[in-house]
């Protein structure tokens, strides 16, 4: 049967919401907050944007529910992804999960400012969840208000999308919206409260299931509902695990455990700190979710991490990142331990994977340096030592990977090169020149005499090397200091970083030399700069 014609391609989009139709929900449907026990989601409807403004669409994410830019463009578009309008066939709701937050149980947290609308099931049979963020309170709003504001809605908007295109497992960003309404924030939580304006990004993936969503059930006792979830996300996203059972729990878990720490790998790769590594922001899908107080490595620094709130303990640290998801992989092993009521395969499997860790993540650093291959003989101390030289001086990581790629060997026939020849190309990776010490210099030097010869001995041309290298070091990242000078236009009404951002960020690995200022290590300015290197949970 066909659609009536005169409804748009918004209208027209087909639903199947099976998380509220599998499993229970909260039967109390007034909105305030509460503990929610035996349901898995509360219906709760986004609240109303006075004065809706589209600031921008990601037209790849648009795609992904048949939806053109035209589309995005329509008022109907801006009513919905702004919480204004639910259209048919959404029903729109708040899941209950909970989460260890720095390492401590902190029981029931859930969708506080996140309202989910519906699952699409494009034309191609994919489903993609539809999710507010920001659109008001909820039963899990705990003492918040449901709220975002404009700064780390930007945020998570460009960087969800610069991480896709990037390669990276994560979830997406259809939208951002102005709410036309003021929120008010104390920013560093230091009693300066100011009010900013409100705004809403709706995210899109195949789920936004957590580790929290299966520990809050077992934290209570809730087992069969531990097992509805559990058999639930089975069916709906890891089918080919067929019918859920002792066995196919376990596959399910080596599974989360693969993809997580395939994500840690890729994280590593492009010098990204998420900043709150909690149970309750690790997906069950191993995408990165939960953009908040993130930030990109600008100097090479495995001690950094970009909260302020983590600033003592460094908890979520860059170097930490692949440890802590581990430890949370085994807090989700101990949720799901009421299914299988044996630790040992549990174990096994998540050591299994941490061992799989290990061998990807020692491959792609060989990768990022143009080899094929990681042969632990001839590269762990490559590796090590050029872990220590990026350290030894303030380097910039991805610009130190990409300019590696263009120092040519063949420009020099010794065998033992001399760093001062290649200078020219490696310079604008280093933050202090001052720290250039003949004794640096003498260190590169040695180091690039050993990846002359590794190289040789992999015989790889330089033109193929240049190539595979610039696939896998990006170019262009979503620098902290980028991040924060379209936030500063865009609280001035001026929109256009933004969406020049999200242009340039489509091709990160493209040379696009019309836009060479981006490829830029970190101003001066940004060093110590609130939003730069510096960020709160305040969002
Ligand atoms: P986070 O660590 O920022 O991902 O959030 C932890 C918990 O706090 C989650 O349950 C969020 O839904 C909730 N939360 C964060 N910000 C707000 C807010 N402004 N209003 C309501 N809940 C929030
Ligand atoms: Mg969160």
Same mark, same amino acid.
């Given at each position: 049967?066909?659609?009536?014609p005169?409804?748009?391609?918004?209208?027209?989009?087909?639903?199947?919401?099976r998380?509220?139709?599998?499993?229970?929900?909260?039967?109390?449907?007034?909105?305030?907050?509460r503990q929610?026990?035996?349901?898995?989601y509360?219906?709760?409807?986004?609240?109303?944007?006075?004065h809706p403004?589209?600031?921008?669409?990601?037209?790849?994410?648009?795609?992904?529910?048949?939806l053109?830019?035209?589309d995005?463009?329509?008022?109907?578009?801006?009513?919905?992804?702004?919480?204004?309008?639910?259209?048919?066939g959404?029903a729109p709701?708040?899941?209950?999960?909970?989460?260890?937050?720095?390492?401590?149980w902190?029981?029931?947290?859930?969708d506080?400012?996140?309202?989910n609308?519906?699952?699409?099931?494009?034309?191609?049979?994919?489903?993609?969840?539809?999710?507010?963020?920001?659109s008001?309170?909820?039963?899990?709003s705990?003492?918040?208000?449901?709220?975002?504001?404009?700064r780390?809605?930007?945020r998570e908007?460009?960087?969800?999308?610069?991480?896709?295109?990037?390669?990276v497992?994560?979830?997406?960003?259809?939208?951002?919206?102005?709410?036309?309404?003021?929120?008010v924030?104390?920013?560093?939580?230091?009693?300066?409260?100011?009010?900013?304006?409100?705004?809403?990004?709706?995210?899109?993936?195949?789920?936004?299931?957590?580790?929290?969503?299966f520990?809050?059930f077992?934290?209570?006792?809730?087992?069969?509902?531990?097992?509805?979830l559990?058999?639930?996300t089975?069916?709906?996203?890891?089918?080919?695990?067929?019918?859920?059972?002792?066995?196919? #729990?376990?596959a399910?878990y080596a599974?989360?455990?693969?993809?997580?720490?395939?994500l840690?790998v890729?994280?590593?790769?492009?010098?990204?700190?998420?900043?709150?590594?909690?149970?309750?922001?690790?997906?069950?899908?191993?995408?990165?979710?939960?953009y908040?107080p993130?930030?990109?490595?600008?100097?090479?620094? /495995?001690?950094?991490?970009?909260?302020t709130?983590d600033?003592?303990?460094?908890?979520?640290r860059?170097g930490n990142q692949?440890?802590?998801?581990?430890?949370?992989?085994? !807090?989700?092993?101990?949720?799901? #331990?009421?299914?299988?009521?044996d630790?040992?395969p549990?174990?096994d499997?998540?050591?299994?994977?941490w061992?799989?860790?290990?061998?990807?993540s020692?491959?792609?650093?060989?990768q990022?340096?143009g080899?094929?291959?990681?042969?632990?003989?001839?590269?762990?101390?490559?590796?090590?030592?050029?872990?220590?030289?990026?350290?030894s001086?303030?380097?910039?990581?991805?610009?130190?990977?990409?300019?590696?790629?263009e120092?040519?060997?063949t420009t020099?026939?010794?065998?033992?090169i001399?760093?001062e020849h290649?200078m020219?190309?490696?310079?604008?990776?280093?933050?202090? /020149?001052?720290?250039?010490t003949s004794?640096?210099?003498?260190?590169?030097?040695?180091?690039l005499?050993s990846?002359k010869?590794?190289?040789?001995?992999?015989?790889?041309?330089?033109?193929?090397?240049r190539?595979?290298?610039?696939?896998?070091?990006?170019k262009y990242?979503?620098?902290?200091?980028?991040?924060?000078?379209?936030?500063?236009?865009?609280?001035?009404g001026d929109?256009?970083?933004?969406?020049?951002?999200?242009?340039?960020?489509r !091709? /990160?690995?493209?040379?696009?030399?019309e836009?060479?200022?981006?490829?830029?290590?970190?101003p001066?300015?940004a060093?110590?700069? /609130?939003?730069?290197?510096?960020?709160s949970?305040?969002?």
């Open positions: 049967m066909n659609a009536p005169q409804l748009s391609p918004l209208e027209r989009l087909r639903y199947d919401n998380f509220v139709n599998d499993l229970p929900g909260d039967p109390e449907t007034g909105n305030f907050t929610v026990y035996g349901a898995a509360s219906r709760v409807n986004p609240a109303k944007a006075s403004q589209l600031i921008a669409y990601s037209r790849e994410a648009a795609e992904l529910i048949d053109t830019e035209q995005c463009q329509t008022p109907l578009f801006i009513q919905v992804f702004a919480g204004n309008k639910m259209l048919p959404m709701y708040a899941s209950c999960y909970g989460g260890h937050q720095f390492g401590v902190a029981g029931q947290l859930g506080g400012r996140a309202i609308l519906g699952d699409v099931i494009n034309s191609n049979g994919e489903r993609w969840a539809l999710q507010l963020k920001g008001g309170l909820t039963p899990y705990r003492t918040a208000d449901g709220l975002a504001v404009l780390s809605s930007v908007f460009l960087c969800s999308e610069a991480m896709h295109h990037l390669g497992p994560t979830t997406r960003a259809l939208s951002l919206t102005l709410t036309g309404d003021q929120v924030r104390d920013m560093f939580y230091n009693g300066n409260p100011k009010a900013e304006p409100g705004a809403v990004v709706c995210r899109m993936a195949p789920t936004f299931i957590r580790f929290g969503h520990q809050i077992s934290a209570r006792g809730e087992f069969d509902l531990l097992k509805q559990t058999d639930h089975i069916n709906t996203y890891f089918p080919h695990l067929g019918q859920p059972n002792k066995a196919a #729990y376990l399910w599974e989360v455990c693969r993809s997580t720490a395939e840690m890729q994280w590593e790769r492009v010098g990204f700190v998420h900043g709150v590594m909690n149970t309750d922001n690790m997906s069950i899908l191993g995408l990165t979710i939960d908040g993130y930030g990109w490595l600008d100097n090479y620094d /495995p001690d950094w991490t970009p909260n709130t600033r003592v303990e460094h908890r979520y860059f692949p440890g802590i998801a581990f430890w949370n992989l085994a !807090q989700l092993g101990n949720a799901i #331990y009421p299914l299988i009521n630790v040992e549990l174990q499997i998540l050591h299994t994977a061992a799989g860790y290990e061998r990807d020692r491959l792609m650093l060989s990022k340096l080899l094929n291959a990681y042969e632990q003989i001839l590269d762990e101390i490559l590796q090590n030592q050029l872990i220590a030289l990026l350290q001086v303030e380097t910039d990581m991805t610009i130190f990977f990409r300019q590696l790629a120092v040519d060997f020099s026939n010794r065998e033992n001399s760093a290649f020219d190309t490696l310079t604008g990776a280093f933050y202090m /020149p001052d720290q250039l004794g640096y210099v003498e260190q590169l030097s040695a180091w005499s990846y010869q590794r190289l040789q001995a992999e015989g790889i041309r330089q033109e193929l090397r190539e595979k290298m610039h696939r896998i070091n990006p990242v979503l620098r902290n200091y980028l991040a924060q000078m379209a936030i500063d236009k865009a609280e001035q929109f256009t970083m933004i969406n020049e951002l999200l242009g340039i960020l !091709q /990160p690995y493209a040379e696009q030399p836009h060479q200022h981006y490829y830029d290590k970190r001066e300015w060093r110590s700069r /609130p939003g730069c290197s510096m960020l949970c305040s969002s």
